[in-house]
């Protein structure tokens, strides 16, 4: 602890509570589980007198509804200056100071009881670790929208105007076509499947299928789970356009609203599953780092994948792809013929190439998957040539990105081009990092040289310098556009 | 980078499990198991020298490259503006021969830079440089 900062606020100041009702959406959250005790212990009890079970769900009830109290009465937070401070807990206090500076973002989730109340659960993330460091469950909906802005507004990174929930919808997906494409699902043609082979097996051998039933049971129910989820998680998705990132909204039951940071992506991959492929329908995924921290243990584990575009046509794909990497769309080759013998399968589709910025490479035959990679965020590139590919005289060059799956992959190569490949990329990502962190030349001093610089005002990437001032020449994700330069201060 | 003394341990290590092997289950199937393991360490120290030949490395201007293999050949790029951590490791056996593994972290799980069997020596010089490299160029994510 430094005494360097401004004075604090008395302390006893400025502190707020969370929403009285609370308690009822915590409570809430135990519903399911109640619910479903209760029914499990009607079954049971119609033999015996089951009144004792009843009492102890209600007992539990009740216990947890004066816990929640409890955790109401002792949490509040304000706001000091440039941190926010949490402080929670009865018998072992927790006290957090979360510096504004280091919001990386802010989540808005909505479980379904918290929404019949009109709460919501605010989530804050800092840069420097990937998991919510900060959580104010439950706000009114209003104050959690009010405090999200102001929190956002406090970040030095972004001097432009921090959106509202009002931005410029950039993608959507209507729930028709989200049930078709889940109904599409590998997964779900399984279950049905499944269920369809048992039903006609009952009608033959009763006592057989009731006993393959009971034995499947369990991984049906885990299935049928897995698709209410992508269902429900992905329902009512609407992606939008806001200076800090992307925005995301969705959910049926419980609506969450995260945000997709422009810098912070590692790759995007678009997935064209084979059952997807006649509607010409594709999935588009980022990975996202959630920062890492240094002297940390981890392979990068702090890298997590989400769906921008659950389910979507080639176009809105394409749009989205233009708005997060500025639509880079490399010259790409395919592997020589011969590959074929190593690859038989995934020769098909399989092609890669690169310009200055971006690598692109094509994989994958079931799910067709296009991946593509910024070179600035380039971790390590590899050259791999394994026993069958010898002979063939190819070679696989991988371009890593943070995270353990993230990369792309130019498999199959002539040996003299993918030697080539890996000291092209070198230099490429060499400089593309270069380009990332070159200091912004102070305004009013010619010395620096003309050229593409980060933007003082911060609205934008890149803005050009030249003869010794800014102009409106912009740049995001390598797309130009213009944008008046601000005036020197 | 040489782990000769790696594989001379192995060599031990097998000739005398075809010791403990003849002990118990009579002189000639002793003898014969003997022969079969000396036969199957050679081979697999062979196969560890071969490998342990293979793997090199190079530190360069602005990156580190290593490379390693002999069936399946690998070469691995790595910025030293990437680096995360260094890691220096050194098991019992290599402790006995004064020797230390040399690891490079990164962001990216796939990245695969691991240099083993550097004398310590080389292995202090090699973690301080990378080191210093690193601090000097280091680049966000």
């Known amino acids: ?489 | 980078m040489r782990r000769a003394e790696a594989v001379t341990i192995t060599v031990v290590l097998v000739a005398l499990f075809g010791v403990v092997f003849g002990v118990t289950a009579g002189a000639a199937a002793g003898l014969v198991s003997v022969v079969v393991t000396v036969a199957l360490g050679l081979t697999f120290s062979w196969f560890l020298r071969r490998r342990f030949r293979a793997w090199r490395y190079q530190e360069r201007h602005e990156d580190l490259i290593v490379a390693r293999g002999v069936m399946v050949q690998r070469l691995s790029v790595v910025p030293y503006g990437r680096m995360q951590f260094v890691e220096v490791t050194a098991g019992p056996v290599e402790r006995l021969f004064h020797l230390s593994t040399v690891k490079l972290h990164t962001a990216a799980a796939a990245s695969d830079a691991r240099i083993p069997g550097l004398e310590q020596t080389e292995a202090a010089r090699l973690r301080d440089r990378l080191t210093e490299l690193g601090e000097s160029m280091a680049a966000g994510m």
């Open chain 1, 1 to 489: 602890m430094t005494d360097a900062g401004p004075a604090p606020p008395p302390p006893d100041e400025g502190w707020s509570r969370l929403h009285p009702l609370t308690p009822i959406a915590r409570v809430g959250r135990l519903a399911p589980a109640l619910v479903l005790l209760l029914v499990v212990s009607n079954v049971h009890s119609k033999a015996e007198n089951g009144t004792a079970e009843t009492d102890y769900l209600i007992a539990i009830t009740l216990i947890s509804a004066v816990y929640g109290y409890i955790h109401w009465m002792v949490t509040r937070w304000r706001l000091e200056g440039d941190t926010l401070r949490i402080e929670t807990g009865l018998i072992r206090k927790d006290s957090r100071r979360l510096p504004l500076a280091r919001i990386q973002a802010v989540d808005i989730v909505r479980p379904f009881l918290a929404r019949l109340l009109g709460v919501s659960e605010l989530r804050i993330r800092l840069a420097g670790s990937g998991s919510t460091d900060g959580k104010l469950a439950y706000l009114s909906e209003a104050q959690a929208a009010e405090l999200r802005l102001l929190l956002l507004a406090g970040h030095v990174d972004t001097e432009a105007p921090v959106s509202s929930n009002t931005g410029l919808p950039m993608a959507s997906v209507d729930t028709g076509r989200l049930l078709a494409s889940v109904f599409l699902s590998l997964i779900t043609i399984i279950v049905i499947g499944t269920v369809a082979v048992l039903a006609v097996l009952d009608q033959f051998e009763p006592k057989t299928a009731a006993a393959v039933a009971g034995v499947l049971a369990v991984y049906l129910l885990s299935a049928a789970t897995v698709i209410w989820r992508r269902l429900s998680g992905q329902y009512a998705f609407i992606a939008v356009e806001a200076p800090e990132g992307v925005r995301i909204r969705r959910g049926l039951l419980q609506t969450i609203s995260e945000t997709v940071p422009y810098g912070r992506i590692q790759a995007v991959r678009q997935v064209e599953p084979l059952l997807w492929r006649p509607f010409g329908w594709c999935r588009l995924e980022v990975d996202v780092a959630g920062a890492t921290g240094r002297n940390q243990r981890g392979e990068g584990t702090s890298v997590v994948r989400k769906a921008i575009l659950p389910v979507g046509s080639q176009q809105d794909s394409w749009h989205l792809l233009a708005r997060l990497l500025g639509a880079p769309d490399p010259e790409r080759t395919a592997p020589p013929g011969r590959a074929r013998l190593k690859a038989p399968l995934s020769f098909h589709f399989l092609s890669a190439g690169h310009d200055t910025t971006h690598a692109v490479c094509v994989t994958g035959r079931i799910n067709r998957a296009t991946t593509w990679v910024p070179l600035e965020k380039t971790q390590s590139i590899r050259r791999v040539q394994g026993p069958l590919q010898r002979p063939l005289g190819l070679a696989t060059v991988h371009v890593d990105v943070a995270g353990k799956r993230a990369r792309a992959e130019f498999r199959d190569r002539e040996i003299e081009e993918a030697d080539q490949l890996v000291a092209d990329l070198t230099a490429l990502s060499r400089r593309a990092r270069q380009r990332d962190r070159t200091p912004v030349p102070a305004a009013g001093s010619d010395a620096a040289p003309s050229g593409w610089y980060p933007d003082p005002a911060g609205r934008h990437e890149q803005r050009y310098w030249h003869e010794g001032r800014w102009t409106e020449h912009v740049a995001n994700g390598g797309r130009r556009t213009s944008d008046a330069a601000t005036p020197a201060p």
